[in-house]
């Protein structure tokens, strides 16, 4: 299968030890710091750090053996619903151009919440530098599903985002996640809930009229805001960055520039937080945070 490929995937450990301890000790460690405080049993976090692991082992292999087939049947059904094979096959040869690999890994970046980030990098035979390929995967009831893939996919390969009803239902249940109490203390900064909720329009699926408990909610665009646009006092602006449905879970990315300014007069940086939700029945429900920024 490889020939000469210097491979280390099989030798490779997401979590390396000085001690030298192996894998699952790593991971053990990992979970007994931060189960409690997640709510999740360190066994349970345990399995599904390390199944995230193998995916992405499987993923990397099957980059450096050229099987985007086995890549395709790692995707989440909401994103095959949408996009063919051949699409992503096209998408895949393009991102090679014919090039062999001759050096590969991988590392699972992170786990928060129901995602995880795994980074994997190659090296073309006759160039020395790394080409990195990031992925977000998503634990589901089916295991880690995979959401997406950079580098090989473009914004052409977007989906979930075709149900306009559906995902402004979705966008309000993350955004009235987001201005909860357990919301805002996720950004460490002293936030509190407004007395008026300032949303910046930028055009993106999930924006509507949202209601969020008798909250009003002052929309206005990026434009009004350079003109110099009255706005209601706020210790924050809120904007969508991504919502995505995938089947009973979605994804809302919401995006918090603050208004005010730091200690000596520096302005504070733009914030961001992944907020996944689940189905149910007719509603959805917060189910777990992804990374806050």
């Known amino acids: ?131 990195y390929v990031y992925q977000n995967w998503l634990y589901t009831d089916n295991g880690w599903e995979l959401v997406w893939l950079s580098r090989v996919m473009d914004t052409s390969f977007a989906y979930g985002q075709t149900d306009s009803l559906e995902l402004i239902r979705v966008a309000e249940a993350g955004v009235r996640y987001v201005l909860s109490r357990p919301g805002l203390d996720r950004f460490r900064a002293g936030f509190k809930r407004p007395d008026t909720v300032v949303m910046v329009r930028l055009g993106l699926p999930g924006e509507g009229e949202f209601h969020l408990d008798s909250l009003p909610i002052f929309w206005t665009t990026v434009a009004e805001i350079r003109q110099g646009s009255h706005l209601p006092g706020t210790q924050f602006l809120l904007s969508l960055a991504l919502v995505r449905l995938m089947g009973d879970m979605a994804l809302v990315t919401v995006d918090l520039t603050p208004t005010g300014y730091a200690v000596l007069g520096r302005k504070h940086h733009p914030r961001g937080i992944e907020v996944y939700l689940e189905r149910a029945g007719a509603d959805w429900r917060f189910y777990g945070v992804g990374k806050t920024w």
């Open 1 to 131: 299968m490889r020939g000469n490929v210097q491979f280390g995937l099989r030798a490779f450990r997401v979590f390396t030890c000085h001690s030298g301890c192996g894998l699952r000790a790593c991971l053990l460690l990992l979970v007994t710091l931060t189960g409690a405080a997640s709510g999740i049993s360190p066994a349970a976090r345990l399995k599904s750090s390390y199944e995230l692991a193998l995916n992405a082992e499987r993923l990397t292999e099957a980059i450096v053996d050229n099987h985007p087939r086995d890549i395709y049947r790692m995707f989440t059904p909401a994103f095959a619903a949408e996009n063919s094979f051949a699409s992503f096959e096209s998408a895949f040869v393009r991102w090679t151009a014919g090039r062999r690999i001759v050096r590969a890994s991988h590392k699972v970046v992170d786990v928060k919440g129901p995602a995880g980030y795994v980074s994997s990098w190659f090296v073309f035979q006759g160039q020395r530098d790394c080409n």
